[in-house]
């Protein structure tokens, strides 16, 4: 039989990947795969039963930033780009936002390789990166 203190100081090490043995790295792979997977399986319902899954998702943004805001922040309407790609309703994933056809593939290197290509993380990319989203949401800001 455990102790009490021996099943807390387990449950607390689980929430500390490094004490669990599961790294970080790990840890965003598994995350990774599995919002992937959800994608994927929304694409073959959609596919194969014609059951749109962006039917039963809420009508009312989750976004913290555009609940209190009223405003789009840089990652809204990623959800819904994700399963538009599923879909291969690749157009309307780039009006959901323009970011979520590259994420997604970086994404499915990412689950697949286990690293990003090496452009991905210079600093010129990084600087790039920082600007183009900055550029992208002041447009979507004034729209």
Same mark, same amino acid.
């Given at each position: ?6 099943? *807390? /100081?387990?449950t607390y090490n689980l929430l500390r990947p490094e004490k669990s043995g599961l790294k970080n790295f790990d840890l965003l792979r598994v995350i990774v795969g599995v919002i992937i997977a959800i994608t ?5 319902? !959609? @596919? ?22 009223? +405003? ?6 990623? *959800?819904?780009?994700? &399963?538009?790609?599923? @879909?291969?309703?690749?157009? +309307? #994933?780039?009006? /959901? ?6 994420? !997604? ?13 090496? &452009?991905? +993380?210079? +600093?010129?990319?990084? !600087?790039?990166?920082?600007? #183009?989203? &900055? ?6 800001? *004034?729209?």
């Amino acid at each position: 039989m455990r102790s009490t203190n021996s099943l *807390t /100081e387990n449950t607390y090490n689980l929430l500390r990947p490094e004490k669990s043995g599961l790294k970080n790295f790990d840890l965003l792979r598994v995350i990774v795969g599995v919002i992937i997977a959800i994608t994927i399986f929304s694409g073959l319902i !959609y @596919q194969f039963f014609g059951i749109n899954m962006l039917d039963f998702m809420p009508k009312q943004s989750l976004c913290i930033f555009k609940a209190v805001t009223g +405003k789009p922040c840089p990652g809204c309407g990623m *959800t819904h780009a994700f &399963i538009h790609i599923s @879909q291969f309703e690749f157009i +309307k #994933a780039f009006h /959901e936002n323009p970011f979520s056809i590259p994420f !997604y593939l970086i994404m499915l290197i990412f689950l697949f390789t286990g690293d990003v290509p090496k &452009i991905l +993380k210079s +600093k010129i990319f990084k !600087y790039f990166l920082f600007i #183009a989203v &900055i550029l992208l949401w002041f447009i979507r800001l *004034t729209r």
